[in-house]
């Protein structure tokens, strides 16, 4: 969404709301529902106060169990640009695109303490405990061996 400075200029305040899911598809994520959006811009002599608010829930997969888990986008900024900054237009989405990015997580896990999934058999350790020990081979399989050996040992 782009808005004019002509058209500002004329009514020195304009203020709006609307959703955006393309945003989400740009910034290369999934959205539950779309992203909505208020913002306004008041001119004063040559000054813009511009405000943009955003509120979504991102659907990120986990790096660790590779489950979904939800994330808040919330953004809420201020700021006063001078009006030469700007061209013939505003461009809200470009202004969101840049804010929502830096608001991304950097790490994407669902939880701090996610396990993860299983080295060994690959299951969630989050849902299930699968009793797979994390060294292999296993503790087990070395002492059978051993075994194996010393029945072939004849006295
Ligand atoms: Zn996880
Ligand atoms: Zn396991």
Redesign the pocket.
């Known amino acids: 969404m782009k808005v004019s400075l002509e058209e500002l200029k004329n009514r020195q305040l304009i203020e709006s709301s609307y959703e955006d899911s393309s945003l989400a598809e740009n910034l290369n994520f999934k959205l539950k529902k779309p992203i909505n959006i208020r913002f306004s811009l008041a001119l004063s002599s040559d000054l813009i106060s511009f405000n943009l608010a955003a509120e979504g829930t991102a659907v990120f997969e986990?790096d660790?169990?590779l489950?979904d888990?939800d994330y808040k986008l919330g953004i809420d900024e201020s700021s006063t640009i001078p009006l030469s900054d700007f061209g013939e237009s505003i461009d809200i989405t470009e202004e969101l695109r840049q804010n929502v990015s830096l608001d991304l997580p950097v790490k994407k896990?669902?939880?701090e303490n996610?396990l993860?999934l299983c080295p060994v058999c690959g299951k969630n350790k989050?849902s299930e405990n699968c009793g797979c020990k994390n060294t292999a081979p296993s503790e087990e399989g070395r002492i059978n061996s051993k075994f194996e050996k010393l029945k072939n040992i004849k006295f």
């Open positions: 986990c660790r169990c489950e888990f896990i669902c939880r996610c993860g989050n």
